[in-house]
């Protein structure tokens, strides 16, 4: 009990939904004080702020020093409450049509590589160009 769950325990895979679901509530509570603002995509203006998948995450949002501070305190104060380590050294910040300064100045703050566009992320490409065949080589082989 002590301890935790063992690796394969059948309750690891709900356990990590309910943290999860912790960090999207720092995420909706961030966004509602207007501390952190997502991106508008769409015809309809929809605000994407963060994408989860199993243990990764992705955040979106404006290149301003606030949300920079937002994610920072946000990643912090989930590893307090949650007990678990961010691995911020595997972490990486990309950005687009923004300065490179900017960038490394704010990689710098939350401990994280500077990442080029395009890149893979859970194996899609992320910001290549759509017009190029071989954007699309990895799905028209599979």
Known sequence: MEKGLRQGDPLAPFLFLLVAEAL???IHKA???NKYKGVEVGEERLEV?????ADDSIFFC???DSNI???KGILQTFELVSGLKVKFFKS???GINVKVEDISEWAES???VVGAVPFKY???SVGANPKKLSTWALLLTA
Do not use: V
Request: hydrophobic fraction near 50%; aromatic fraction near 8%.
């Open 24 to 26: 999207n509530g720092l």
């Open 62 to 64: 404006d290149a301003l």
């Open 92 to 94: 990486a910040l990309y």
């Open 31 to 33: 966004k509602e004080l």
């Open 69 to 71: 501070r937002a994610i």
């Open 49 to 53: 702020t963060h994408l989860q998948f």
């Open 122 to 124: 859970l194996g899609i």
């Open 110 to 112: 939350l401990n994280c």
